[in-house]
T-cell receptor, first 114, second 112 residues
Framework: NAGVTQTPKFRVLKTGQSMTLLCAQD?????MYWYRQDPGMGLRLIHY???????AKGEVPDGYNVSRLKKQNFLLGLESAAPSQTSVYFC?????????????FGEGSRLTVL | SQQGEEDPQALSIQEGENATMNCSYK?????LQWYRQNSGRGLVHLIL?????REKHSGRLRVTLDTSKKSSSLLITASRAADTASYFC????????????FGDGTTLTVKP
């Protein structure tokens, strides 16, 4: 049972390039989330989804887009990467919403934008 | 902001000692969760305490919640070198559609 898998684990981009981070979960969870973590800080919510075909904005959504075409996958896209988007990105999923269920995290995707 | 704030930012103790870290938040919550993050890894859920609970135990972990002071504490007893990690509280309130908001964490170092 893999849990939450993120790909790629590392990526270096030049300013203006685009890319997509993939998150896959095999726990049949309805809720999925994308967070970013900057050095010495906690996690900030970028976008989230409460079920297949749904997405919603979190705390810091600007510069990112997401899609949830399949229940098990949640994609995070950067349309035109900026150095301020250098960060570690974490995907999480949960069975229950409303903060009741625990969040299961992937191992992170480290993105550097030059 | 709903964000929890952990205190202290960093804590260094000897193996066998107890470690206490605190989390304060600003507005009413439904529940509060604690997570651990080992260096370079994802977060792992430790414990959840609901707003109507005052104390909860899980193995060597003890969590308290004081809603009147808007604070929670995480106690790790008889610490081990393997407890070295960052610890985060995450709060879920009435007004943020059930989304968890994380603090900046406490970095715990347990010296063998």
């Amino acid at each position: 049972n893999a849990g939450v898998t993120q790909t790629p684990k590392f990526r270096v981009l030049k300013t203006g390039q685009s890319m997509t981070l993939l998150c896959a979960q095999d726990m049949n969870h309805e809720y999925m989330y994308w967070y970013r973590q900057d050095p010495g800080m906690g996690l900030r919510l970028i976008h989230y989804s409460v079920g297949e075909g749904t997405t919603a904005k979190g705390e810091v959504p600007d510069g990112y887009n997401v899609s949830r075409l399949k229940k098990q996958n949640f994609l995070l896209g950067l349309e035109s990467a900026a150095p301020s988007q250098t960060s570690v990105y974490f995907c999480a999923s949960s069975y229950e919403g409303g903060g009741i269920g625990e969040l299961f995290f992937g191992e992170g995707s480290r993105l550097t934008v030059l | 902001s709903q964000q929890g704030e952990e205190d202290p930012q960093a804590l260094s103790i000897q193996e066998g000692e107890n470690a206490t870290m605190n989390c304060s938040y600003k507005t009413s919550i439904n529940n509060l969760q604690w997570y651990r993050q080992n260096s370079g890894r994802g977060l792992v859920h430790l414990i959840l305490i609901r707003s109507n609970e005052r104390e909860k135990h899980s193995g060597r972990l003890r969590v308290t919640l004081d809603t009147s002071k808007k604070s929670s504490s995480l106690l790790i007893t008889a610490s081990r070198a393997a407890d070295t990690a960052s610890y985060f509280c995450a709060t879920v309130g009435n007004t943020n559609a059930g989304k968890s908001t994380f603090g900046d964490g406490t970095t715990l170092t347990v010296k063998p």
